[in-house]
T-cell receptor, first 113, second 113 residues
Framework: GDSVTQMEGPVTLSEEAFLTINCTYT??????LFWYVQYPGEGLQLLLK?????DKGSNKGFEATYRKETTSFHLEKGSVQVSDSAVYFC????????????FGKGTHLIIQP | GAVVSQHPSWVICKSGTSVKIECRSL??????MFWYRQFPKQSLMLMAT?????????EQGVEKDKFLINHASLTLSTLTVTSAHPEDSSFYIC?????????FGPGTRLTVL
């Protein structure tokens, strides 16, 4: 079945540091890939997505590129802020998002001033 | 973005009782809603897909008689945990599909004593 593996946390960085959160997946066919963010006390919010190979999703300074050859969708940001502290989930959908999502375990990111 | 609410946000009940959790899309109509379950330090696991006006589709290993889902309208889906036991204690999260995206509720923490 489908699965998503992402790096365990917590990840602690200083403000303005470069961020990478690794995510790899296993799926049949060509899934859509997502990054969700969960701020304390709130529901998951879609951060970015990519629906086909080599697509780059971007939002709020975050980027991730759909790499079919390495089955990866790593999340990056050039300069993190304290407000980026949250839990980040990588996810895939074999049906393009109208189906249920398969999630990774989540990575808790802590940004220190 | 669209807003999805869940009620209650937390609930404590005695073993053997039933608990109902509501999921509402507040500003859009959702023909499809999803129910997920999350254990501590684990990923969200899809339990079932709820379609308005029809029976829910359950994932493998999820007991349909234990987790009753009713999607009575385009803005409301309910999950009833019947005859709850301590092993049902978990964080339950719903999402509603609309505008080609899944919008998540803030989750409900269920503790069964």
């Amino acid at each position: 079945g489908d699965s998503v593996t992402q790096m365990e946390g917590p990840v602690t960085l200083s403000e303005e540091a470069f961020l990478t959160i690794n995510c790899t997946y296993t799926a049949t066919g060509y899934p859509s890939l997502f990054w969700y963010v969960q701020y304390p006390g709130e529901g998951l919010q879609l951060l970015l997505k990519a629906t086909k190979a080599d697509d780059k999703g971007s939002n709020k300074g975050f980027e991730a590129t759909y790499r079919k050859e390495t089955t990866s969708f790593h999340l990056e940001k050039g300069s993190v802020q304290v407000s980026d502290s949250a839990v980040y989930f990588c996810a895939l959908a074999s049906g393009g998002g109208a189906d249920g999502l398969t999630f990774g375990k989540g990575t808790h990111l802590i940004i220190q001033p | 973005g669209a807003v999805v609410s869940q009620h209650p946000s937390w609930v404590i009940c005695k073993s053997g009782t039933s608990v109902k959790i509501e999921c509402r899309s507040l500003d859009f109509q959702a023909t499809t809603m999803f129910w997920y379950r999350q254990f501590p330090k684990q990923s969200l696991m899809l339990m079932a897909t709820s379609n308005e006006g029809s029976k829910a589709t359950y994932e493998q290993g999820v007991e349909k008689d234990k987790f009753l889902i009713n999607h009575a309208s385009l803005t409301l889906s309910t999950l009833t945990v019947t005859s709850a036991h301590p092993e049902d204690s978990s964080f339950y999260i719903c999402s509603a599909f609309g505008n080609n995206e899944q919008f998540f509720g803030p989750g409900t923490r269920l503790t069964v004593l």
